[in-house]
C-alpha cells in the first residue's frame, strides 16, 4: 500500500500549504528529521538566516547584524554568509486530537539570535521577543488559540586562553500555539518573519513579498 494513503488527509493538506509560503530571501529553510514522539504526525523544518547581499542590504535594526553593517561601511565589506538566527519549526497532527492542544494540530517553535551587549542587557528583552512573535503572527493573519512560550537569555563568558573572546548574549526563544485550521501556510511565512526579526533586519516594505527559498520535500 503506498504510504500516502495512510496519512490522513487533513495533514497532507496542511504539508500543500506549507509548500505555498513565500519567505525572505535572506532565510535557509529546509526539511529535517521531525520529532517522533510528539505526534503520530509531524513535519520539521530548520531555519539559518544569514546577511542580505550587497545588492540587497537594508541598515540591520539590531544584533551583530547592525554592527556588521556599520563596519562594513567603515572600512571592509561584511561577508555574507555571517550567520545572524537560527530556528526550528514543527508541525505536530493528531488526528484523534488534543485537549492541552485545543485541537488537532499543534505548531512548536525555536529561535536563537544573538543580541549586541544594549538589547541582550535590557530587563526587556524577553517580553519584547514574545512580542515579535504575537505581531508576527497578527501581521499575516494568522488565527491561532492556546499560545504559550518561554523567552532565555544566554549570557557566554571566555576565560583561559580564550578570554580575548568578546562576551556574547543570545535570545532564545520557545513558543508553541495551536492553528485555527489545516491551512498553516501563514504561520509558517508568519515564523519566517520571526526569525528576521530575531536576526535584526528590518521588516520588508510595504507590497514587498518575500521569495521561497526553502526544500520542503
Same mark, same amino acid.
Given at each position: 500500500m503506498n504510504a500516502l494513503a495512510q496519512v490522513p488527509a487533513d495533514f497532507l493538506f496542511a504539508l500543500g500549504t506549507l509548500r505555498k509560503a513565500q519567505c525572505r530571501s535572506e532565510l535557509r529553510l529546509e526539511e529535517i528529521p521531525?520529532? *517522533?514522539? +510528539?505526534?503520530?504526525? @509531524?513535519v520539521a523544518l530548520g531555519a539559518e538566516v544569514f546577511s542580505p547581499t550587497a545588492a540587497t542590504r537594508q541598515v540591520p535594526v539590531h544584533g551583530p547584524a547592525a554592527k556588521a553593517f556599520a563596519q562594513s561601511h567603515a572600512n571592509s565589506p561584511s561577508t555574507d554568509d555571517d550567520e545572524l538566527a537560527t530556528g526550528r519549526f514543527i508541525l505536530l497532527h493528531d488526528p484523534d486530537g488534543s485537549a492541552v492542544w485545543e485541537g488537532e494540530f499543534r505548531i512548536?517553535?525555536?529561535?536563537?539570535?544573538?543580541?549586541?551587549?544594549?538589547?541582550?542587557?535590557? *530587563?526587556? +528583552?524577553?517580553?519584547? @521577543?514574545?512580542?515579535?512573535?504575537?505581531?508576527?503572527?497578527?501581521?499575516?493573519?494568522?488565527?491561532?488559540?492556546?499560545?504559550?512560550?518561554?523567552?532565555t537569555r544566554i549570557l557566554s563568558e571566555s576565560f583561559g586562553t580564550l578570554a580575548e573572546r568578546p562576551d556574547t548574549i543570545d535570545i532564545e526563544l520557545r513558543a508553541s500555539w495551536t492553528p485555527a485550521s489545516a491551512d498553516v501556510q501563514a504561520h509558517l511565512e508568519a515564523w519566517s518573519d520571526m526569525v528576521?526579526?530575531?536576526?535584526?533586519?528590518?521588516?520588508?516594505?510595504?507590497?514587498?513579498?518575500?521569495?521561497?527559498?526553502?526544500?520542503?520535500?
Amino acid at each position: 500500500m503506498n504510504a500516502l494513503a495512510q496519512v490522513p488527509a487533513d495533514f497532507l493538506f496542511a504539508l500543500g500549504t506549507l509548500r505555498k509560503a513565500q519567505c525572505r530571501s535572506e532565510l535557509r529553510l529546509e526539511e529535517i528529521p521531525a520529532p *517522533a514522539r +510528539l505526534a503520530p504526525y @509531524a513535519v520539521a523544518l530548520g531555519a539559518e538566516v544569514f546577511s542580505p547581499t550587497a545588492a540587497t542590504r537594508q541598515v540591520p535594526v539590531h544584533g551583530p547584524a547592525a554592527k556588521a553593517f556599520a563596519q562594513s561601511h567603515a572600512n571592509s565589506p561584511s561577508t555574507d554568509d555571517d550567520e545572524l538566527a537560527t530556528g526550528r519549526f514543527i508541525l505536530l497532527h493528531d488526528p484523534d486530537g488534543s485537549a492541552v492542544w485545543e485541537g488537532e494540530f499543534r505548531i512548536v517553535t525555536y529561535i536563537r539570535a544573538q543580541m549586541d551587549a544594549e538589547m541582550g542587557n535590557d *530587563a526587556m +528583552l524577553g517580553s519584547v @521577543a514574545w512580542t515579535w512573535l504575537v505581531d508576527a503572527l497578527e501581521n499575516h493573519a494568522a488565527p491561532h488559540r492556546a499560545a504559550g512560550g518561554t523567552a532565555t537569555r544566554i549570557l557566554s563568558e571566555s576565560f583561559g586562553t580564550l578570554a580575548e573572546r568578546p562576551d556574547t548574549i543570545d535570545i532564545e526563544l520557545r513558543a508553541s500555539w495551536t492553528p485555527a485550521s489545516a491551512d498553516v501556510q501563514a504561520h509558517l511565512e508568519a515564523w519566517s518573519d520571526m526569525v528576521c526579526t530575531f536576526a535584526g533586519l528590518p521588516p520588508l516594505p510595504p507590497g514587498v513579498t518575500g521569495l521561497p527559498n526553502r526544500r520542503l520535500n
